[in-house]
């Protein structure tokens, strides 16, 4: 197997490191990242400025732009002769859950892959950049690599996914000490939570007003998680917050029979 792989923490993250050493356990890897963070950019392009890259020491290769550009860099000039059983990013440092999917470059580095036909999986571990007051290792994420790795192996996602055009699968894995404390995996819907302050507004020492966007959620009630965790059908949320590994299938350029119909009815 041949996989392609990128981020958006950049080419020098830890979750990337340990991705590409778990996946090269199983596959051919190859690995190009953006030279910085670009966390929030999405599916973002530059198609107003030139991209430049640099291979590092270890064989991966850097880009001065951001996920979504690596990828579409990576399959129709630096690999183009590449076949690619799939593109797999991350792992994102923290969670991408619910709506924060719209945002995340991570994801948004898979919607690229998937617009050119390719199985695309994003990969996030929920409570990233939490320890050691963010200054995170590879072995933080060992543990969530592995279990990639398993869901691969293990399991026939990876044909599924080939037969599930315009699909993007989004996986959460649940920040444990322990592989064996991860309760299962869940399919899962995406959730959508209510942001507690969607801006920040301070004043820089120049005294000038500065704003920092958000998408840190409210808490839910604990009570309500438990109700939840019940369910037969689960949110991304849900299902990490009972600690099962999150594999939510969203669907690209979908356009619903039902909204067609109802709008084809309106007199316009």
Not at 11 to 25: E, N
Not at 141 to 148: L, P
Not at 217 to 246: C, F, H, L, P, W
Request: charged share 15%; hydrophobic share 40%.
């Amino acid at each position: 197997m041949k996989f392609l792989i990128s981020n958006d923490d950049g080419v020098h993250a830890p979750g990337l490191l340990a991705l590409y050493q778990a996946l090269s356990t199983i596959a051919e890897v190859v690995v190009v990242a953006p030279s910085n963070e670009q966390s929030g950019c999405a599916s973002a392009l530059s198609i107003s400025t030139p991209l430049y890259t640099h291979e590092l020491a270890s064989g991966f290769i850097a880009v001065n732009g951001s996920p979504a550009d690596c990828v579409y860099l990576a399959l129709h000039e630096l690999y183009r002769h590449t076949r690619f059983d799939c593109v797999i990013t991350g792992i994102n440092s923290g969670a991408n859950l619910g709506q924060d999917v719209l945002f995340s470059g991570t994801f948004g580095a898979a919607l690229t892959a998937q617009l050119f036909g390719l199985p695309a999986i994003a990969t996030s571990l929920v409570g990233g950049g939490i320890k050691g007051a963010g200054q995170e290792q590879a072995s933080d994420y060992q543990m969530a690599a592995h279990e990639i790795v398993k869901l691969l192996t293990e399991t026939p996602i990876l044909d599924a996914c080939k037969n599930l055009p315009y699909h993007v699968l989004n996986v959460n894995i649940p920040d444990v000490e322990r592989a064996d404390a991860i309760q299962g995996r869940k399919i899962t819907t995406l959730s959508h939570s209510q942001i507690a302050r969607p801006v920040h507004h301070v004043v820089d020492p120049r005294g000038r007003d500065a704003y920092w966007l958000s998408l840190r959620k409210r808490q839910r009630e604990s009570s309500t998680e438990n109700e939840d965790a019940q369910a037969s059908e689960m949110t991304d949320e849900q299902a990490v917050t009972a600690g099962y590994i999150s594999l939510s299938p969203v669907r690209l350029h979908h356009t619903p029979a039902s909204t067609l119909d109802t709008l084809s009815a309106l007199v316009l």
